[in-house]
Protein backbone atom coordinates (compact mmCIF):
# COMPACT_ATOMS: atom_id res chain seq x y z
CA UNK A 1 0.00 0.00 0.00
CA UNK A 2 1.99 3.21 -1.41
CA UNK A 3 0.21 5.29 1.34
CA UNK A 4 0.19 3.15 4.25
CA UNK A 5 0.55 5.17 7.50
CA UNK A 6 -0.36 8.19 6.25
CA UNK A 7 -3.22 11.14 6.47
CA UNK A 8 -4.39 12.57 3.71
CA UNK A 9 -7.02 15.47 4.02
CA UNK A 10 -9.50 16.60 1.47
CA UNK A 11 -12.04 19.56 1.88
CA UNK A 12 -15.46 18.72 -0.58
CA UNK A 13 -14.35 15.10 0.00
CA UNK A 14 -18.31 14.42 0.49
CA UNK A 15 -19.13 15.23 -3.28
CA UNK A 16 -17.36 14.80 -6.76
CA UNK A 17 -13.93 15.23 -7.21
CA UNK A 18 -13.21 15.15 -3.42
CA UNK A 19 -14.97 12.10 -2.57
CA UNK A 20 -13.95 9.93 -5.56
CA UNK A 21 -10.41 11.40 -4.62
CA UNK A 22 -11.19 10.19 -1.13
CA UNK A 23 -11.76 6.31 -2.05
CA UNK A 24 -8.53 6.54 -4.30
CA UNK A 25 -6.54 7.58 -1.44
CA UNK A 26 -7.82 5.14 1.14
CA UNK A 27 -7.51 2.37 -1.76
CA UNK A 28 -4.10 2.83 -1.80
CA UNK A 29 -3.72 2.80 2.02
CA UNK A 30 -4.39 6.36 3.81
CA UNK A 31 -6.68 7.08 6.35
CA UNK A 32 -8.98 9.53 5.02
CA UNK A 33 -10.16 13.14 6.75
CA UNK A 34 -13.12 14.50 5.04
CA UNK A 35 -14.52 18.12 5.26
CA UNK A 36 -17.90 19.06 3.98
CA UNK A 37 -20.61 21.88 4.97
CA UNK A 38 -23.06 19.02 5.39
CA UNK A 39 -23.21 17.02 8.47
CA UNK A 40 -25.57 14.20 6.88
CA UNK A 41 -23.84 13.98 3.81
CA UNK A 42 -20.21 13.41 5.85
CA UNK A 43 -22.42 10.67 7.52
CA UNK A 44 -23.79 9.09 4.50
CA UNK A 45 -19.69 9.02 2.81
CA UNK A 46 -18.05 7.84 6.40
CA UNK A 47 -20.80 4.94 6.55
CA UNK A 48 -21.00 4.05 2.66
CA UNK A 49 -18.22 4.92 0.72
CA UNK A 50 -15.16 5.27 2.62
CA UNK A 51 -16.49 2.51 5.17
CA UNK A 52 -15.89 0.09 3.14
CA UNK A 53 -12.58 0.72 2.29
CA UNK A 54 -10.46 -0.25 5.44
CA UNK A 55 -8.39 1.89 7.90
CA UNK A 56 -7.08 0.38 10.59
CA UNK A 57 -8.24 3.94 12.73
CA UNK A 58 -11.35 4.40 10.42
CA UNK A 59 -11.70 7.25 8.45
CA UNK A 60 -13.57 10.55 9.86
CA UNK A 61 -15.08 13.67 8.76
CA UNK A 62 -15.71 17.39 10.27
CA UNK A 63 -18.34 19.94 9.30
CA UNK A 64 -16.61 22.77 7.91
CA UNK A 65 -17.45 25.86 5.60
CA UNK A 66 -13.97 25.92 4.54
CA UNK A 67 -14.99 30.21 3.71
CA UNK A 68 -15.09 31.04 7.23
CA UNK A 69 -11.28 31.20 8.48
CA UNK A 70 -12.48 30.30 12.10
CA UNK A 71 -13.89 27.23 10.97
CA UNK A 72 -10.75 25.59 9.46
CA UNK A 73 -9.31 26.74 12.05
CA UNK A 74 -11.46 24.77 14.45
CA UNK A 75 -11.55 21.98 11.82
CA UNK A 76 -7.78 21.50 11.82
CA UNK A 77 -7.22 21.86 15.60
CA UNK A 78 -9.31 18.33 15.62
CA UNK A 79 -7.45 17.03 12.94
CA UNK A 80 -4.56 17.60 14.75
CA UNK A 81 -5.65 15.46 17.70
CA UNK A 82 -5.77 12.53 15.31
CA UNK A 83 -2.36 12.73 13.08
CA UNK A 84 -0.32 15.26 11.19
CA UNK A 85 -1.59 15.69 7.80
CA UNK A 86 0.21 14.07 5.23
CA UNK A 87 -1.27 14.83 2.22
CA UNK A 88 -4.12 17.65 1.32
CA UNK A 89 -6.28 17.69 -1.43
CA UNK A 90 -8.24 21.25 -1.32
CA UNK A 91 -11.44 20.60 -3.68
CA UNK A 92 -14.21 22.91 -1.77
CA UNK A 93 -15.02 24.72 -4.52
CA UNK A 94 -18.73 26.39 -5.72
CA UNK A 95 -19.65 27.65 -9.33
CA UNK A 96 -21.81 30.68 -9.58
CA UNK A 97 -22.70 30.89 -13.59
CA UNK A 98 -23.80 34.90 -14.44
CA UNK A 99 -22.32 37.47 -17.07
CA UNK A 100 -20.50 40.07 -14.70
CA UNK A 101 -22.70 42.78 -14.92
CA UNK A 102 -25.57 40.38 -13.90
CA UNK A 103 -23.96 38.54 -11.06
CA UNK A 104 -24.97 39.25 -7.40
CA UNK A 105 -22.54 40.77 -5.04
CA UNK A 106 -23.37 38.40 -3.26
CA UNK A 107 -22.46 35.24 -5.50
CA UNK A 108 -18.83 37.19 -6.34
CA UNK A 109 -18.28 37.08 -2.68
CA UNK A 110 -19.50 33.52 -2.32
CA UNK A 111 -16.93 32.79 -5.00
CA UNK A 112 -13.72 34.16 -3.56
CA UNK A 113 -14.82 33.14 -0.24
CA UNK A 114 -15.01 29.81 -0.95
CA UNK A 115 -12.81 28.63 -3.93
CA UNK A 116 -9.89 31.23 -3.43
CA UNK A 117 -10.08 31.92 0.34
CA UNK A 118 -11.04 28.70 1.89
CA UNK A 119 -8.14 27.21 -0.03
CA UNK A 120 -6.14 29.76 1.22
CA UNK A 121 -7.31 29.30 4.87
CA UNK A 122 -6.50 25.23 4.62
CA UNK A 123 -3.11 25.87 3.08
CA UNK A 124 -1.93 28.22 5.94
CA UNK A 125 -3.90 26.19 8.25
CA UNK A 126 -1.94 22.87 7.82
CA UNK A 127 1.57 24.45 6.39
CA UNK A 128 2.88 24.88 9.84
CA UNK A 129 3.11 20.88 10.82
CA UNK A 130 4.32 20.14 7.50
CA UNK A 131 6.83 22.73 8.27
CA UNK A 132 7.76 21.42 11.21
CA UNK A 133 7.57 17.62 10.21
CA UNK A 134 9.21 18.50 6.54
CA UNK A 135 7.16 16.61 5.09
CA UNK A 136 3.93 16.99 3.02
CA UNK A 137 1.96 17.48 -0.04
CA UNK A 138 -0.63 19.47 -1.14
CA UNK A 139 -2.72 19.66 -4.14
CA UNK A 140 -5.43 22.70 -4.85
CA UNK A 141 -7.97 22.17 -7.56
CA UNK A 142 -7.98 25.30 -10.08
CA UNK A 143 -9.85 24.99 -13.08
CA UNK A 144 -8.99 25.10 -17.18
CA UNK A 145 -11.46 28.00 -16.87
CA UNK A 146 -8.85 30.15 -14.64
CA UNK A 147 -6.22 29.39 -17.65
CA UNK A 148 -8.59 30.52 -20.11
CA UNK A 149 -11.69 31.64 -19.31
CA UNK A 150 -15.12 31.26 -20.02
CA UNK A 151 -18.14 33.66 -20.92
CA UNK A 152 -20.42 33.79 -17.65
CA UNK A 153 -17.27 32.73 -15.34
CA UNK A 154 -15.19 35.89 -14.79
CA UNK A 155 -15.15 35.67 -10.80
CA UNK A 156 -15.01 31.75 -10.79
CA UNK A 157 -11.92 31.96 -13.47
CA UNK A 158 -11.05 34.91 -11.49
CA UNK A 159 -10.67 32.48 -7.82
CA UNK A 160 -9.43 29.48 -10.07
CA UNK A 161 -6.52 31.84 -11.80
CA UNK A 162 -5.63 33.54 -8.68
CA UNK A 163 -5.39 29.79 -7.07
CA UNK A 164 -2.31 29.21 -9.54
CA UNK A 165 -0.44 32.27 -8.31
CA UNK A 166 -1.24 31.29 -4.97
CA UNK A 167 0.29 27.60 -5.06
CA UNK A 168 3.18 28.70 -7.17
CA UNK A 169 4.28 31.21 -4.68
CA UNK A 170 3.63 28.63 -1.65
CA UNK A 171 5.52 25.89 -3.93
CA UNK A 172 8.46 28.23 -3.18
CA UNK A 173 7.87 29.06 0.39
CA UNK A 174 7.85 25.49 1.40
CA UNK A 175 9.79 23.80 -0.98
CA UNK A 176 13.57 23.90 0.78
CA UNK A 177 11.16 22.03 3.61
CA UNK A 178 10.31 19.45 1.18
CA UNK A 179 6.90 20.34 0.91
CA UNK A 180 5.23 20.26 -2.71
CA UNK A 181 2.55 22.66 -3.65
CA UNK A 182 0.81 21.96 -6.92
CA UNK A 183 -2.49 22.36 -8.67
CA UNK A 184 -5.02 20.70 -11.13
CA UNK A 185 -6.88 22.42 -13.24
CA UNK A 186 -9.61 19.91 -14.58
CA UNK A 187 -11.78 20.34 -17.42
CA UNK A 188 -15.48 19.07 -17.67
CA UNK A 189 -15.97 16.83 -15.33
CA UNK A 190 -19.16 15.09 -14.46
CA UNK A 191 -20.34 15.74 -11.06
CA UNK A 192 -23.34 17.88 -9.30
CA UNK A 193 -21.62 21.03 -10.54
CA UNK A 194 -21.43 20.29 -14.38
CA UNK A 195 -24.77 18.17 -13.91
CA UNK A 196 -27.50 21.29 -14.53
CA UNK A 197 -25.53 22.17 -18.44
CA UNK A 198 -28.04 21.33 -21.16
CA UNK A 199 -27.28 18.17 -23.29
CA UNK A 200 -26.83 20.72 -25.71
CA UNK A 201 -24.44 23.05 -24.78
CA UNK A 202 -22.32 19.21 -23.22
CA UNK A 203 -22.37 17.83 -26.98
CA UNK A 204 -20.69 21.31 -27.86
CA UNK A 205 -17.91 20.93 -25.29
CA UNK A 206 -17.48 17.16 -25.89
CA UNK A 207 -17.02 17.72 -29.47
CA UNK A 208 -13.71 20.51 -28.41
CA UNK A 209 -11.77 17.94 -26.57
CA UNK A 210 -9.61 15.21 -28.04
CA UNK A 211 -10.79 12.26 -26.02
CA UNK A 212 -14.29 12.53 -26.72
CA UNK A 213 -16.19 12.75 -23.57
CA UNK A 214 -16.74 14.56 -20.15
CA UNK A 215 -14.12 13.63 -17.47
CA UNK A 216 -15.00 11.02 -14.53
CA UNK A 217 -14.00 12.29 -11.44
CA UNK A 218 -11.62 9.49 -11.14
CA UNK A 219 -9.98 10.61 -13.84
CA UNK A 220 -8.86 13.45 -11.57
CA UNK A 221 -8.60 11.76 -8.57
CA UNK A 222 -5.44 9.67 -10.10
CA UNK A 223 -3.94 13.05 -11.37
CA UNK A 224 -4.16 14.16 -7.32
CA UNK A 225 -2.59 10.33 -6.49
CA UNK A 226 -0.09 10.96 -8.65
CA UNK A 227 1.13 14.46 -7.80
CA UNK A 228 0.89 13.36 -4.29
CA UNK A 229 3.57 10.66 -4.77
CA UNK A 230 5.72 12.81 -7.37
CA UNK A 231 8.82 13.75 -5.04
CA UNK A 232 10.45 16.07 -7.82
CA UNK A 233 7.59 17.81 -9.22
CA UNK A 234 6.02 21.49 -7.10
CA UNK A 235 4.62 24.75 -8.42
CA UNK A 236 3.18 22.79 -11.61
CA UNK A 237 -0.23 22.86 -13.15
CA UNK A 238 -1.04 19.90 -14.16
CA UNK A 239 -4.66 20.20 -16.57
CA UNK A 240 -6.92 16.90 -16.73
CA UNK A 241 -9.15 17.79 -19.60
CA UNK A 242 -9.48 14.90 -22.13
CA UNK A 243 -7.41 17.78 -24.57
CA UNK A 244 -10.11 20.92 -24.27
CA UNK A 245 -7.87 23.23 -23.91
N1 LIG B 1 -16.81 19.45 -12.19
C1 LIG B 1 -16.05 20.14 -13.02
O1 LIG B 1 -16.27 20.12 -14.24
C2 LIG B 1 -14.90 20.96 -12.51
C3 LIG B 1 -14.02 21.51 -13.45
C4 LIG B 1 -12.95 22.26 -13.02
C5 LIG B 1 -12.74 22.46 -11.68
N2 LIG B 1 -13.62 21.93 -10.77
C6 LIG B 1 -13.34 22.19 -9.36
O2 LIG B 1 -13.21 20.96 -8.68
C7 LIG B 1 -13.63 21.11 -7.32
C8 LIG B 1 -14.65 20.04 -7.00
O3 LIG B 1 -15.76 20.22 -7.85
P1 LIG B 1 -16.85 19.08 -8.08
O4 LIG B 1 -17.17 19.06 -9.51
O5 LIG B 1 -16.43 17.84 -7.38
O6 LIG B 1 -18.09 19.77 -7.33
P2 LIG B 1 -19.27 19.15 -6.47
O7 LIG B 1 -19.61 17.79 -6.91
O8 LIG B 1 -20.31 20.21 -6.48
O9 LIG B 1 -18.61 19.07 -5.00
C9 LIG B 1 -18.20 20.21 -4.36
C10 LIG B 1 -17.69 19.83 -2.99
O10 LIG B 1 -17.24 21.02 -2.32
C11 LIG B 1 -17.88 21.11 -1.05
N3 LIG B 1 -18.04 22.51 -0.69
C12 LIG B 1 -18.58 23.52 -1.42
N4 LIG B 1 -18.54 24.66 -0.74
C13 LIG B 1 -17.95 24.38 0.46
C14 LIG B 1 -17.62 25.15 1.59
N5 LIG B 1 -17.89 26.46 1.67
N6 LIG B 1 -17.02 24.53 2.64
C15 LIG B 1 -16.75 23.21 2.58
N7 LIG B 1 -17.03 22.43 1.54
C16 LIG B 1 -17.63 23.01 0.49
C17 LIG B 1 -19.20 20.36 -1.24
O11 LIG B 1 -19.70 19.87 -0.03
P3 LIG B 1 -21.02 20.48 0.70
O12 LIG B 1 -21.87 21.09 -0.37
O13 LIG B 1 -21.62 19.35 1.41
O14 LIG B 1 -20.45 21.49 1.63
C18 LIG B 1 -18.75 19.20 -2.11
O15 LIG B 1 -18.16 18.19 -1.33
C19 LIG B 1 -14.18 22.52 -7.20
O16 LIG B 1 -13.19 23.35 -6.63
C20 LIG B 1 -14.46 22.92 -8.64
O17 LIG B 1 -14.39 24.31 -8.82
C21 LIG B 1 -14.68 21.18 -11.15
Not at 7 to 13: D, F, H, K, N, P
Not at 29 to 43: E, P
Not at 47 to 54: F, G, R, S, T
Request: with cysteine; charged share 20%.
Amino acid sequence: MPLANTLTLISGGTRGIGLATAKLFALNGSRIVILGRDQDRIKHVLDKELAPIASPSGHVGFQCDVSKSEDVEQAIKEVSKIAPVDYLVSSAGIARDSLLIAQSTHDMESLINTNLMGTIWINKAIAKGMIRRKRGAIINISSVVGIQGNIGQSIYSASKAALIGFSKSLSKELGSRGITVNVIAPGYIDTDMTSSIPEEKKKEIIAKTSLGRFGHPEDVAEAALFLAQAKFITGQVLVVDGGLI
